[in-house]
T-cell receptor, first 115, second 114 residues
């Protein structure tokens, strides 16, 4: 597709369940980012993939959060044993090589609600 | 660690008027990149303008310009001739050369009054 896509667009789950959020970056983009946007907050960095390098996981808030990127393309963010404080919009972005003045192209986000 | 501060949670401006959104940041690095992103109600984040720290000349993109004051670590966004379509959340962001991570501020919600 022409842009970054994310699925699902909305997800409602029960506390304690696991969820998987998917991101399809722009074809050819080697850099991929996940952010969390809570109500009234800015974008909180979660994880960053750059080509074949080890991902920068420094933003993951707990070991319940993990992400992988298969084949340098699609990425999945997994949240295990979801908690109510995990409710937020999860945004994915990609860019060509992840350097300098490059524009990040964002997806529309997945709105997660944990009941 | 770098931080980005947007001190104005919300602002309003009359259509066709000019508005300035403030952003300050904290860093010990001498070279870095700064960005302003716009997030309309659709949630789709869009790059508005960007600036390299080693360039003293302020970046301009049509009605959008920045006032970059490196010594003061300030990077404000000026929107001229405000239009209804400018209503959105605006995020200031900092990118380090060291690790390429991008740090965002908490945003300023801009309302355009007709």
């Amino acid at each position: 597709g022409a842009g970054v896509s994310q699925s699902p667009s909305n997800k409602v789950t029960e506390k304690g369940k696991d969820v998987e959020l998917r991101c399809d970056p722009i074809s050819g983009h080697t850099a991929l980012y996940w952010y969390r946007q809570s109500l009234g907050q800015g974008l909180e960095f979660l994880i960053y993939f750059q080509g074949n390098s080890a991902p920068d996981k420094s933003g993951l808030p707990s070991d319940r959060f993990s992400a992988e990127r298969t084949g340098g393309s699609v990425s999945t963010l997994t949240i295990q044993r979801t908690q109510q404080e995990d409710s937020a919009v999860y945004l994915c972005a990609s860019s060509l090589v992840g350097r300098g003045l490059e524009t990040q192209y964002f997806g529309p986000g997945t709105r997660l609600l944990v009941l | 660690a770098q931080t980005v501060t947007q001190s104005q949670p919300e602002m309003s401006v009359q259509e066709a008027e000019t508005v300035t959104l403030s952003c300050t940041y904290d860093t010990s690095e001498s070279d870095y990149y700064l960005f302003w992103y716009k997030q309309p109600p659709s949630r789709q984040m869009i790059l508005v303008i960007r600036q390299e720290a080693y360039k003293q000349q302020n970046a301009t993109e049509n009605r959008f310009s920045v006032n970059f004051q490196k010594a003061a670590k300030s990077f404000s966004l000026k929107i001229s001739d405000s239009q209804l379509g400018d209503a959105a959340m605006y995020f200031c962001a900092y990118r380090s050369l060291r690790d390429d991570k991008i740090i965002f501020g908490k945003g300023t919600r801009l309302h355009i009054l007709p």
